[in-house]
Structures are given as C-alpha cells and as structure tokens.
C-alpha cells in the first residue's frame, strides 16, 4: 500500500514521464499514482501536455520579430497607466477662436489659441502656437496634484511626449501640423482629448 497521506509534486511526475526516476522510485510513484485520484489527474494531464510538447511542430518567430514585440509592450507599460484606469473624454468649454468651431488654426501669419477642456472637475488649459508646419502645445492642469503624471500626442504626422512639472504645467516638443489626439495619464485617470487638427491655411 502506497502513502496517500501526500500528495506526488508535478516536478516528481514529469520526471516520472521523461523516464528520470529509478525503477524502485517508479513502481512506488506508479503505486501511489493508482490509488490516489488527484495525482492520477495531474500525471494524465502532465504525460498529455509533455506529448503535445514533443510533437510540436509550430515554426518558431524570427528572435528579432520577438523581440520587437517585447519592446512594444515594454514602451506602452512604460508610458501608460495600469490596465485599471479610467477614460475620460475631455469637452471643449472654451476657445479663443470662437468663430472657428473644429480645432484649426486658419491664418497665413503665427497664431497662438487657447482652449479650455473639461471633465469631472478636471480642467485643461491648452495653449497652441504655430507658424507654418511647426506647432507647439503646451498647457496646464488645473488640479492639485499631478504626480508622476505625463501628456502624450499621437498623429499620423508625429508623436511626442513629457511630463508634468510641480505646478501641473506641461510643454511638447514642437510638431509638425496634421491630426493629433492628445492623453493626460494622472494617477489611475486617462483623459482624452481625441481630435486637435494643427494647420494654417
């Protein structure tokens, strides 16, 4: 009669599998295996899995392939908030330009607008100035605490990002024009403002 009073640990049954065990270490396993039901359970499972293992013939990714897609989630878990955090669109409330309702600066000289977004609670202050194909964007957040907090733009013209200062104040590299969505990550907060459009005409 075999020990039922323990249980055989995985690691001991895949090397009952791949032959590893000695023949007396075998016939007790072997023993215990038949009169204890979970640890038939998990020898069937592992001896199924080891198979598939075995009989696999699946081409492997190229390593550079691999590892191009461990650096892209490695930069997004950099730059994003956790998986947990709340979205938030962001509404215009103000605009300097309030004969031009899109997100366009329509001027054949330098321009400077200013744009106020909200949402719960949350106010943005945006200050956009460009001359030509070059825009800046910088702002402020009007909240107490912007902690370990970052402004991200993405377009199909460029990206760029920075972080927050003591004062919640933020300025972006300068952008050439097209369409950007811009994303304030505070904490476990997201908000998005989805559509500024950077151009003169």
């Known amino acids: 009669m075999s020990d039922l009073t323990r249980h055989i640990a995985p690691e001991k049954l895949a090397d009952l599998i791949e032959g590893r065990e000695t023949p007396e270490s075998r016939t007790q396993m072997m023993a215990h295996i038949s009169e204890c039901h979970a640890c038939s359970t998990e020898y069937q499972r592992l001896e199924h899995l080891i198979s598939l293992m075995k009989t696999d013939r699946a081409e492997e990714a190229p390593r550079d392939v691999v590892a191009d897609v461990v ?32 997100f366009g600066m329509r001027s054949g000289r ?10 719960e609670g949350n106010d943005i202050d945006l200050r956009v100035t ?9 702002g402020q957040v009007l ?9 991200e733009v993405d377009g199909a013209s460029g990206s760029a990002s920075t972080t927050l200062n003591d004062n919640c104040e933020f300025t972006l590299p300068p952008l050439p024009g097209g369409e950007y969505s811009l994303r304030i ?10 559509r500024l459009i950077l151009e003169l005409n």
Not at 74 to 97: I, V, Y
Not at 143 to 151: D, G, L, P, T
């Open 185 to 194: 990550l505070i904490s476990d907060l997201e908000i998005e403002i989805p």
């Open 110 to 119: 330098a321009a400077s607008r200013q744009l106020v977004y909200s949402v």
């Open 71 to 102: 650096n892209l989630f490695r930069k997004q878990a950099q730059t994003r908030p956790p998986s947990m955090a709340r979205r938030l669109m962001a509404a215009l409330s103000f605009d300097s330009f309030t004969t031009t309702p899109a």
């Open 143 to 151: 909240r107490e605490n912007c902690a370990a907090a970052r402004v």
């Open 130 to 138: 460009g001359e030509e194909d070059q825009w800046i964007i910088s």
